[in-house]
């Protein structure tokens, strides 16, 4: 119920008595003021005389009040080792497709590769399960669909031009500023889950030891609404969802593509290729081409960009 009398709050903009609270609610007056207490005890700064209670400001904390009409999937955690950990034991229970795991910092925080990711309070650490109508051999473009959602997330709340880099992370400026990790469940050919985990540097200071890592913040000069940019991102991911088998999920990813037409090396286990990157195929694999002229299709990797 505190989060029904929170959108209340947030819809009326105004000042609202007790009794017009409790009336709305179908509840009594003292459950109203045992709500406010909660939301309040939680970080929420409500206002509250004898002509009724107002919202003053919402804390800048990934709440599940923060994500109304799905606040009963969220599940918040104000530190812990990955939210991709606590994602998967979810939807290995059952957890519903959308159901949404958010920390405020992570001791153990994990990008592809088993590399660890700086992960101070400040960035957005998230971790979506989803449980999309897809064959396991496209599940990769929920890797592409999933980056640019972050991308055009950034570029429409804060006017910054974003860039994706082949399969999973987005730049700013050639710099990382958000990774996105998917993990996959199946059987046979049928998907059980997809998890789709978010780093983001929002209101986070990059020290000279990540010279290739930025933070919203420092581009922008400001902290950003982190509520308000995980909230696009989700719901971004999710809309993308539903178009996953559509070839314009592809082209919308090379138009945000900051990778295809440059020269990359990608390490795949022991080898590595090396060559052109010309363009992705139907199921998200970078097309590479080798200086002998051969073709390479590269399914998975890690890719660096190259300057030479």
Same mark, same amino acid.
């Given at each position: 119920?505190?989060?029904?009398? !929170?959108?209340?709050?947030?819809?009326?903009?105004?000042?609202?008595?007790?009794?017009?609270?409790?009336?709305?609610?179908?509840?009594? %007056?003292?459950?109203?003021?045992?709500?406010?207490?909660?939301?309040? #005890?939680?970080?929420?700064?409500?206002?509250?005389?004898?002509? @009724?209670?107002?919202?003053?400001?919402?804390?800048?904390?990934?709440?599940? @009040?923060?994500?109304?009409?799905?606040?009963?999937?969220?599940?918040? !955690?104000?530190?812990?080792?990955?939210?991709?950990?606590?994602?998967?034991?979810?939807?290995?229970?059952?957890?519903?497709?959308?159901?949404?795991?958010?920390?405020?910092? $992570?001791?153990? @925080?994990?990008?592809?590769?088993?590399? &660890? *990711?700086? &992960?101070?309070?400040?960035?957005?650490?998230?971790?979506?399960?989803?449980?999309?109508?897809?064959?396991?051999?496209? /599940?990769?473009?929920?890797?592409?669909?999933? =980056?640019? =959602?972050?991308?055009? =997330?950034?570029?429409?709340?804060?006017?910054?031009?974003? %860039?994706?880099? *082949?399969?999973?992370?987005?730049?700013? +400026?050639?710099?990382?500023?958000?990774?996105?990790? #998917?993990?996959?469940?199946?059987?046979?050919?049928?998907?059980?889950?997809?998890?789709?985990?978010?780093?983001?540097? #929002?209101?986070? $200071?990059?020290?000279?030891?990540?010279?290739? /890592?930025?933070?919203?913040?420092?581009?922008?000069?400001?902290?950003?609404?982190?509520?308000?940019?995980?909230?696009?991102?989700?719901? &971004?991911?999710?809309? %993308?969802? $539903?178009?996953?088998? &559509?070839?314009?999920?592809? +082209?919308?990813?090379?138009?945000?593509?900051?990778?295809?037409? %440059?020269?990359?090396?990608?390490?795949?286990?022991?080898?590595?290729?090396? @060559?052109? =990157?010309? +363009?992705?195929?139907?199921?998200? #694999?970078?097309?590479?081409?080798?200086?002998?002229?051969?073709?390479?299709?590269?399914?998975?990797?890690?890719?660096?960009?190259?300057?030479?």
């Amino acid at each position: 119920m505190r989060y029904e009398l !929170l959108r209340l709050l947030r819809e009326k903009g105004d000042r609202v008595s007790g009794e017009a609270l409790s009336r709305e609610l179908g509840v009594s %007056r003292v459950s109203v003021w045992k709500s406010v207490r909660e939301l309040s #005890a939680a970080g929420y700064d409500i206002s509250a005389t004898s002509r @009724g209670y107002f919202l003053v400001s919402s804390p800048d904390v990934l709440l599940p @009040g923060e994500f109304p009409g799905w606040e009963d999937r969220v599940h918040h !955690l104000d530190e812990v080792d990955s939210t991709m950990i606590v994602a998967r034991g979810l939807a290995r229970k059952g957890a519903v497709h959308g159901t949404l795991v958010t920390a405020e910092r $992570q001791t153990g @925080g994990r990008g592809r590769l088993e590399r &660890s *990711w700086f &992960s101070p309070k400040g960035g957005i650490y998230m971790t979506l399960v989803t449980r999309p109508s897809v064959a396991a051999g496209m /599940a990769p473009r929920i890797n592409l669909l999933s =980056a640019v =959602a972050v991308a055009s =997330a950034v570029e429409s709340l804060h006017g910054i031009s974003a %860039r994706v880099k *082949w399969p999973n992370d987005v730049l700013v +400026d050639g710099k990382k500023l958000c990774g996105i990790l #998917a993990e996959m469940e199946a059987e046979m050919d049928a998907v059980r889950f997809v998890n789709i985990g978010v780093g983001l540097n #929002a209101n986070v $200071q990059i020290t000279d030891a990540f010279p290739d /890592a930025v933070s919203l913040s420092q581009l922008l000069g400001h902290d950003v609404n982190r509520r308000l940019l995980a909230r696009e991102i989700v719901e &971004s991911i999710l809309r %993308r969802l $539903q178009c996953v088998q &559509s070839a314009d999920i592809l +082209d919308e990813w090379r138009c945000y593509a900051h990778t295809l037409g %440059r020269r990359v090396s990608i390490a795949t286990g022991n080898t590595a290729v090396e @060559g052109l =990157a010309i +363009d992705i195929d139907d199921f998200g #694999a970078l097309l590479v081409k080798r200086d002998d002229g051969t073709l390479m299709t590269v399914v998975a990797g890690d890719c660096t960009h190259r300057t030479d």
